[in-house]
């Protein structure tokens, strides 16, 4: 007998059915932003449990018992002309964080071999920087790529910032390019407040050209920076609207320095909760839990996945350190879940998981 916990939000609004909205997503349904809106608002710890279970079954449903691992490697750190205020590498803020240029080919093919060693499917190219342009740093990016993919090592993808022309997204397509990260971070109302050198608008624009390009679509966002619940369901829509692919899921590490160092860190069942609630409104794509999951949620990490997470980002973060992988690994295998996805490209699944 499933369990049929009636979710009442905290400000007026209708009830919903926590066991009705999860029926009807597995059965192919979606949930509307205002039912969406009344899970993101459940609050008692029976209700989100109950939200738990639920999208637990529906990871089972869509993604079984596999989970996609990814890593990333900073080809070119720190110095970032932007000032998103959660960001240590933006070249506004005094923090830690490592600079430096362009890092040699060898660097990324050894960053490919250990992800390969991890069981790691995709390395992900980062840069800190405003964006990519037609010229010289594309053409030598382009060449990274091929040789990462020509490597077999791993599957190539990227996070170079916003695209503003369609012939610098052909290229990177031409290059190899399978997968682009580009978050939109956090809701179109909320973006002023955490980046104000560029806008919401454009990170939109920049993922509009990739998907033209045919490049799947790595797009989330970050928890945790003070926007609203309502602000979470507004991210979670317009990813749905925008068709993507794989959906990282971060939550705010303050890091000193920037404007963000003493924000408040999410409670570990708000977080799980806001996981759940991106599983109901984006029932087939990848979610993947990347920044901030060691440090917000300490003991409860294992959670995620009966939360609905499907993917994990190992190894470490961009400025941050990361639990070892091999206790990433076990802690997959504990749960009778599959870390070792052997796949370099993207299934019929995730295509479908687009519309
Ligand atoms: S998040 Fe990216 S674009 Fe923003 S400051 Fe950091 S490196 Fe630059």
């Known amino acids: 007998m499933l369990s049929t916990v009636n979710a009442k939000?905290?400000?007026?609004?209708?009830?919903?059915?926590?066991?009705?909205?999860?029926?009807?997503?597995?059965?192919?349904?979606?949930?509307?932003?205002?039912?969406?809106?009344?899970?993101?608002?459940?609050?008692?710890?029976?209700?989100?449990?109950?939200?738990?279970?639920?999208?637990?079954?529906?990871?089972?449903?869509?993604?079984?018992?596999?989970?996609?691992?990814?890593?990333?490697?900073?080809?070119?750190?720190?110095?970032c002309s932007e000032n998103c205020r959660f960001c240590a590498q933006s070249a506004s803020y005094e923090t830690n964080s490592p600079r430096?240029?362009?890092?040699?080919?060898?660097?990324?093919?050894?960053?490919?071999?250990?992800?390969?060693?991890?069981?790691?499917?995709?390395?992900?190219?980062?840069?800190?920087?405003?964006?990519?342009?037609?010229?010289?740093?594309?053409?030598q990016i382009c060449r990274e790529l091929e040789e990462l993919k020509q490597s077999g090592q791993a599957r190539p993808d990227a996070s170079l910032g916003m695209i503003k022309n369609q012939k610098v997204a052909d290229r990177l397509r031409q290059s190899g390019l399978e997968c682009y990260n580009h978050n939109l971070e956090t809701s179109r109302r909320f973006f002023p407040q955490v980046c104000t050198t560029h806008t919401y608008e454009e990170r939109v624009q920049t993922i509009k050209h990739l998907k033209q390009a045919g490049i799947k679509i790595c797009s989330g966002g970050i928890l945790g920076m003070g926007e609203t619940r309502e602000d979470r369901c507004e991210l979670a829509f317009a990813l749905k609207a925008l068709g993507v692919h794989i959906v990282p899921m971060n939550f705010l590490n303050p890091i000193a320095g920037t404007p963000f160092a003493q924000r408040e860190p999410l409670p570990p069942l708000e977080i799980l909760k806001s996981i759940a609630c991106f599983r109901f409104i984006l029932p087939k794509q990848e979610i993947t839990v990347a920044g901030g999951r060691t440090v917000?949620?300490?003991?409860?990490?294992?959670?995620?996945?009966?939360?609905?997470?499907?993917?994990?980002?190992?190894?470490?973060?961009?400025?941050?350190?990361?639990?070892p992988v091999e206790k990433d690994l076990q802690m997959i295998k504990d749960l009778g879940l599959d870390p070792n996805w052997d796949r370099h490209g993207f299934s019929d699944q995730d295509d479908n998981g687009a519309n």
């Open 9 to 79: 939000p905290v400000d007026a609004g209708p009830t919903v059915c926590i066991a009705e909205l999860g029926q009807r997503v597995l059965g192919g349904g979606e949930i509307t932003p205002a039912e969406g809106q009344c899970l993101f608002n459940l609050e008692s710890r029976e209700e989100i449990f109950d939200l738990l279970a639920w999208a637990n079954r529906i990871r089972e449903h869509f993604k079984g018992n596999k989970i996609h691992l990814c890593s990333i490697v900073n080809v070119k750190a720190g110095g």
């Open 100 to 139: 430096h240029g362009l890092v040699k080919r060898e660097e990324v093919l050894a960053a490919a071999r250990e992800a390969k060693s991890n069981g790691v499917t995709a390395l992900g190219l980062v840069a800190a920087w405003r964006g990519l342009e037609e010229g010289p740093v594309l053409e």
């Open 296 to 323: 917000n949620l300490r003991d409860l990490q294992s959670l995620i996945f009966m939360a609905g997470a499907s993917g994990l980002m190992v190894g470490n973060y961009l400025t941050t350190l990361n639990q």
